[in-house]
């Protein structure tokens, strides 16, 4: 290779090795100050079984594909969660139950398994200049009497104004999300396919 050609890959690899210093310093980084905790914004009271029932939650699985589900929001140096969320959901799940006296001590006690697949958790692209938050799960409910198992989606969405100042971005943000998770778990906690599923284990097997 002459002089020439040897100074063109150098300038080029100079050149690549500048870009990717670039692309890492705009790169947002968790900090207390971009970081919020999101819950549900209020009790959600689950519905009414027609026979006592305990739930037991054997685990909460990502199947975002998002390589980094802590950050919801990427501009003006990011929005961060405190936790991922898949233990966002589980603990809210949990409290959940718990609150109502549906959540079984230990898988031993429990009548039904909960498997979460949290597809979606944070913010979605929006309508126009609005934040739309959305919670987008499926629940695995397994029969531990049977072993027989349906699956529950539940949804969950909200959208707030776009804020200019980043305090009111990050409040917008999480209660953006703290909604679209309170009424995901709404979604599943009353809907008609964990009843019809509670429902469906209790009747009695044909003659």
């Keep these: 290779m002459n002089d020439i050609g040897g100074r ?5 690899a100079m050149a690549l090795v500048a870009l990717a210093s670039f692309a890492a310093a705009d790169e947002p980084r968790q900090t207390p100050e971009n970081t919020i905790k999101v819950g ?37 140096g990011g929005v961060f969660l405190d936790r991922l969320p898949t233990q966002i959901v589980r603990e809210a799940l949990a409290d959940t139950l718990r609150s109502a006296g549906l959540l079984a ?3 031993a006690s429990a009548d039904y398994l909960l498997t979460v697949y949290v597809f979606s958790f944070g913010l979605a692209t929006g309508a126009g200049n609005d934040f739309y938050g959305k919670t987008d799960l499926n629940v695995v409910v397994k029969d531990a009497r049977t ?4 699956e529950v989606t539940a949804l969950g969405t909200s959208i707030q104004g776009l804020a200019v100042l980043k305090k009111n971005i990050m409040k917008n943000v999480k209660e ?7 009424d995901a778990l709404r979604n599943f906690l009353r809907g008609t396919k964990l009843r019809d599923a509670v429902a469906g284990a209790a009747a009695p097997a044909p003659g």
């Design 8 to 12: 063109r890959v150098l300038w080029a």
């Design 40 to 76: 549900p914004i209020g009790p959600v009271k689950p519905q009414t079984f027609p026979r006592p029932v305990k739930f037991f939650i054997e685990g909460a699985i990502d199947r975002s594909g998002n390589p980094q589900p802590m950050l919801v929001y990427k501009l003006r």
């Design 147 to 150: 072993g027989a198992s349906q």
């Design 176 to 182: 953006n999300i703290d909604q679209s998770l309170q």
């Design 105 to 107: 001590e230990d898988q």
